[in-house]
C-alpha cells in the first residue's frame, strides 16, 4: 500500500460516488425550483414569466449589433423571480432555456450563485443559440438527472471570481482565481456544448460519459487560476481533478489541469495536459510523451519515449520505446511492457512486480545529485528481456566521478531473463548483490540457467570506475556477491570485494567446460577477504584468473593494495590464474573444503602473489598439512609457475598438495638474484626467507631451464590415498627431477634456515644439473640410505653447492658432507 496524501481518502470517495450516480448531501432543491433572486449585472435580460418549473430568459435583443452578453447574479434580487429560491438551482423536473435575442448573431450568459452554498443542477438547463456560464465561488453539482445543453458553449465554474466586468461572452474573459469550492458532474447526467469547460477552485469531480454531443471538446481544470485573473490569483496546490467514465464518441479532452493531483478511474486519452502533483490512475489511462508524477493502479500507456517526474505502477503500463524517470522514483508492483530502455535520472528503481521486455535498466546521476543519494536498483519480481539485458545502479552514468557522493546498489532476489546465449551485465556504483533466479526465455517457456542452459557471458561490476576505460577502481567499498547458480560461456567479474556463494559454471552450448571467467578485486580488507568462494561453491571454466586491478586513471584513495582469497570451493579448470605479475594477489587461503581441481590434458596453474597460499593458518598444524589441495584429474603434469613478485620486500609462502605429477615451470620474469654452483656475494642479514612446500602424489619435474625460489623449499613425492587423492607427510613412489640448474639462495644470507628438503623415498633424477643452497642451510632426503649415498658422493657426486662465510664475503661451492640430512616424513616413519 502506498500512502502519498490525506487527499486520497477523498478522492477515493468521490470516485465511487460518481462512479454510483450519487451526488453528496446538500440542501434539498425542490423538482421544479428554478434560480431566484436574479440581479441584471450587465447586458439586456428579458425573462419569461416561470410556470409549474418552466421559464425562458432571453439574452439580448434588436438593439444589440452583435452577439449579446449578459450578467446575472442569483443571491437576493429582485429582477427575475424575486420569490424564489434564492441561488441558482435546478429541480429534477424543472427546465431553464435561454435564448438568443439578437436573432441570430448570438448570445451569452454568465450566472453567479452569489447566496455563499453550491449551486445544484439537478433539471434541465438549455442554451438556444446562447452560451451558458454558472459561476459559483462555493462549488456546482451537477446531479444524475441533470441536462445541459446548448449550440454554442458551457462553462461550468467553481473558482472565485476576481471580476465579471469584462465578460464578453467568452470563457476566456471569466477571471478567477485557483481558490473556490468543488464541482462535481455526475454519471447520467449530460452535458453537450460546442466547448464545455468545468474549472474548480477545490475539487473537480466528473464521469467523463456525461459529456455528450457529436462533437466538441471539454476542458477540465483544477485549482488553476485563469489567464486573466491578474497578479495574487495564486493557484491550489491541494485541488484534486478526478475523472470516472469514459468520453463519449466524437468528444475530446481540449484541456485537462490539476494544481493538484488528479485521480483516473475510467477510460481517458491525454495530449498535453498539466498535473502539478501525483497523478493516479486506476481505470485505463493513454498519456503523452511528457508526464509529471504518475500512480497507475489500472491500464496506463505512455506515449513514445515517455517522461515522468515520479513513476509508481500498480497496474498495467504499456510503453512506447523507451520510459524515463527524471529526479524521482520508479516503484512497479505491477507490469510493464513495450519499454525495452527504462532510465531514471536521480532516482531509485524498485521492482516487485513484471518488467517485460526490458533490454537495458538503469538508474544514473547528473548535475542535479543530491549528496549521499541512493540511486538504487531492487528487483525482488522478474525483469525479462527478449534479448540481452544490462541493469546498471548509477555506475556508467556516475556524473563528476569521485566528487558525487551519491551511491546506487543494485540488488536482485527475484527473476531475471534474457534470451538464451546472450549477455547479462549487472553493475552498481556501490554494491551488487545477485541472487533470486537468473533464467532463458520468458513466460511458461522460462527455464532456469544451467550447464544444459547457459547464458554467453556474466559482465558484473561493484565500486567506482574509470570512465576512459571502464576498468573499476573501487573508490568505493563495492561488494558483488553472486548467490544464484550461473552457467556461462564467460564471466568478467569485478569489485572492491567479491563474494561468489553459488556455483558459476564456465560452459559451451554443449554443456562443455568452456569459457574465461576473471575475478578482479580491490585491496586486500582488514577482517575480511577481497575474494570468497564460498563453502561447497564450484567455480569452473577453460580458464579462471583471479587477480588485482590495472588502472589507466589510478585512485587516489591509497587502499590500492593486492587482494587476499579465501577457497571455500573449488576453481576447475584448465587454465588457473591467481595473480599475475603485474596484477598479484597478496593471501590465497583455503578451508578444509576448498581446493583447485585441473581437467584438460594442459593444466597449468601460475601463482603471483606477495603474500602466503595455503591453508587457512592453524595453530600447532604441522606445515605438511597447511596446504592448497590441487588435483590433477588427467594423468598428464600440472604445469606450476610460481611468481613471488615481492619475494625482496617480505617474506611469504606456498604450500600446495597435488594429486598427480607437476613440473616446475621456471619463473624467468624474475630478475633474480640467484647464485648457481660456484660464487660469492656479500654478507647480508635478514633478507626474507619465502618458503615454498610442494607435495604431489606423482612425479616432481623441472621444466627446461634454471629453477630459482627465493628462500626454503620442501619437495615431497607423497603416496596416494584410497581415493587417488594425494596423502600428505607420506613417502610416495614418484620421482623428484630436475629440467635444469635449481637454486634457492639469498645471496649473502648467513641466517641459516632456507634449505632444500628432497622428501622422497627415490633418488633423485639430476640429469647432470646442480642444486645450490643458501650458507648455514642443509639439504635434507626423506631416508637415512638416501642422505648417506647423497653425502659420501655415491650419487650426486659434484651436483650440489652450499655457502659458508668467509669475513664480509659468502664464498659459494661444493656442499660440505655434513651439510647432508635426513628428514623422513611424519607418516613415513
Known sequence: MHTISGWTVASLAAAITLALGITPAHASVGLRQLPGQGTVVAGHVAAGLPSSGTQAITIGNATDTGPASAVINWGSGTDINPTGTAGFNLGSSAHLTFNDGTGGQGAAVLNIDSTGNPSQIFGQLTGNGTSIFVA???????????????????????????????????????????????????????????????????????????????????????????????????????????????????????????????????????????????????????????????????????????????????GHLAGSSSIKVIRGDLVNNGTITGAPWINVIDGSITNTGQMLGVKYLSTQSDG???????????????????????????????????????????????????????????????????????????????????????????????????????????????????????????????????????????????????????IVAGSQMANDYAVTIGDGVTVSGHMISIKGPTYTVAPTDGRVTNPNVLLGGTLSATLIYLGDAGQPLSDVYSDPSGGLIFTSTVPRLTVAFTGTVGALPSPGLDFRHAYLPATVQRNVPLALALKPVAYNKASGSVNLLVSGSVNLVPPVY?????????????????????????????????????FY????????????????????????????????????????????????????????????????????????????ALTQQYANGTLGAGAFFGGTQNGDQVMYGALDPSMFTTDTPPAAQ
Do not use: C
Open 136 to 314: 459559483n465561488p462555493n462549488g456546482i453539482i451537477v446531479g444524475s438527472t441533470a441536462r445541459i445543453s446548448s449550440t454554442a458553449n458551457v462553462g461550468l465554474i467553481g473558482n472565485t471570481l476576481t471580476s465579471s466586468g469584462n465578460f464578453d461572452g467568452t470563457a476566456g474573459s471569466i477571471a478567477y482565481t485557483g481558490t473556490g469550492g468543488d464541482v462535481t458532474v455526475a454519471r447520467g447526467a449530460r452535458v453537450s456544448g460546442t466547448t464545455v469547460l468545468v474549472a474548480g477552485g477545490g475539487n473537480v469531480n466528473v464521469d467523463l460519459s456525461a459529456f455528450t454531443g457529436a462533437t466538441g471538446s471539454t476542458t477540465l481544470n483544477a485549482g488553476v487560476a485563469s489567464a486573466n485573473a491578474g497578479a495574487g490569483s495564486a493557484d491550489n496546490s491541494a485541488a484534486v481533478l478526478t475523472t470516472a467514465g469514459a468520453l463519449p464518441s466524437g468528444r475530446r479532452l481540449a484541456g485537462f489541469g490539476s494544481a493538484g493531483s488528479a485521480l483516473n478511474t475510467g477510460t481517458l486519452t491525454l495530449g498535453a495536459y498539466r498535473v502539478d502533483g501525483l497523478f493516479t490512475n486506476k481505470g485505463r489511462l493513454t498519456l503523452p510523451a511528457t508526464n509529471g508524477a504518475i500512480w497507475n493502479q489500472g491500464t496506463l500507456t505512455s506515449g513514445k519515449n515517455a517522461t515522468f517526474s515520479s513513476l509508481v505502477n500498480d
Open 709 to 784: 625460489w627465493p628462500g626454503y623449499m620442501y619437495l615431497g613425492t607423497v603416496a596416494k590415498n584410497a581415493d587417488g587423492s594425494a596423502a600428505p607427510a607420506t613417502l610416495g613412489s614418484g620421482t623428484i627431477s630436475l629440467g635444469g640448474p635449481l637454486s634457492n639462495v639469498l645471496p649473502g644470507s648467513i641466517d641459516g634456515g632456507a634449505g632444500i628438503e628432497f622428501a622422497t623415498a627415490n633418488p633423485l633424477a639430476l640429469h647432470g644439473y646442480t642444486v645450490t643452497t643458501n650458507a648455514n642451510s642443509t639439504i635434507s632426503f626423506g631416508t637415512d
Open 368 to 518: 542535479f545529485w543530491q549528496p549521499g543519494a541512493d540511486y538504487s536498483v531492487t528487483n525482488r519480481g522478474t525483469i525479462s528481456s527478449n534479448v540481452e539485458l544490462t541493469i546498471d545502479a548509477n555506475r556508467t552514468n556516475h556524473y563528476l566521478d569521485q566528487a558525487n557522493t551519491s551511491t546506487g546498489s543494485l540488488v536482485n532476489t527475484g527473476t531475471l531473463q534474457l534470451a538464451k546465449g546472450t549477455n547479462l551485465q549487472v553493475k552498481g556504483w556501490q554494491d551488487v548483490y545477485l541472487g533470486g533466479k537468473v533464467q532463458t526465455g520468458s513466460g511458461s517457456t522460462a527455464q532456469d540457467v544451467s550447464a544444459s542452459n547457459p547464458i554467453r557471458e556474466l559482465i558484473s561490476s561493484a565500486g567506482g570506475y574509470n570512465a576512459t576505460d571502464d576498468t573499476p577502481t573501487f573508490w568505493n567499498d563495492g561488494v558483488l556477491t553472486i548467490a544464484t547458480p550461473l552457467a556461462v560461456d564467460g564471466a568478467i567479474i569485478h569489485g572492491r570485494q567479491v563474494k561468489i556463494l553459488s556455483d558459476v559454471l564456465g560452459v559451451d552450448s554443449t554443456g562443455a567446460p568452456s569459457g574465461n571467467l576473471t
Open 670 to 706: 624474475l630478475n633474480s638474484p640467484a647464485i648457481y654452483g660456484n660464487g660469492t656475494a656479500p654478507v647480508a642479514a635478514n633478507l626474507p626467507n619465502t618458503h615454498l612446500v610442494l607435495q604431489a602424489s606423482g612425479n616432481i619435474g623441472g621444466a627446461s631451464g634454471r
